[in-house]
């Protein structure tokens, strides 16, 4: 399964962007998908997912009650609404399926990983 993850751009602090997770070849339908992020220099760190339904969503503390993960009715689309943007939101951010049926906060759960998007947020 390749994952394609969308979306990404300059904003500046404030507003919005919403990226899109798209798998190639094969449906991830099935899985749990989970939304990470990397700074420069930082670690890589969970920032939402959601169970194979588009139920049981998980967000990260930094990012509650600003992003929004949703994923569409067939399940082969998962997308990651970001308002509220601030500038410490600056990362690449990947998407990725994970080995079951859930997400989690972890990455080691995760099979698949999409190819990043940066999102730049300016002050």
């Known amino acids: 399964v390749q994952l394609q993850a969308s979306g990404g751009g300059l904003v500046q602090a404030g507003g919005s962007l919403r990226l899109s997770c798209v798998a190639s070849?094969?449906?991830?339908?099935?899985?749990?998908v989970g939304w990470f992020r990397q700074a420069p220099g930082k670690e890589r760190e969970f920032v939402g997912g959601t169970n194979w339904k588009g139920g049981s969503i998980l967000y990260a503390d930094s990012v509650k009650g600003r992003f929004t993960v949703s994923r569409d009715v067939a399940g082969n689309t998962v997308y990651l609404q970001m308002d509220s943007l601030r500038p410490e939101d600056t990362a690449v951010y990947y998407c990725?399926?994970?080995?079951?049926?859930?997400?989690?906060?972890?990455?080691?759960?995760?099979?698949?990983w999409g190819q990043g998007t940066l999102v730049t947020v300016s002050s």
């Open positions: 070849a094969r449906t991830f339908s099935n899985n749990g």
């Open positions: 990725a399926a994970h080995r079951s049926p859930y997400a989690s906060r972890q990455t080691d759960g995760y099979r698949y």
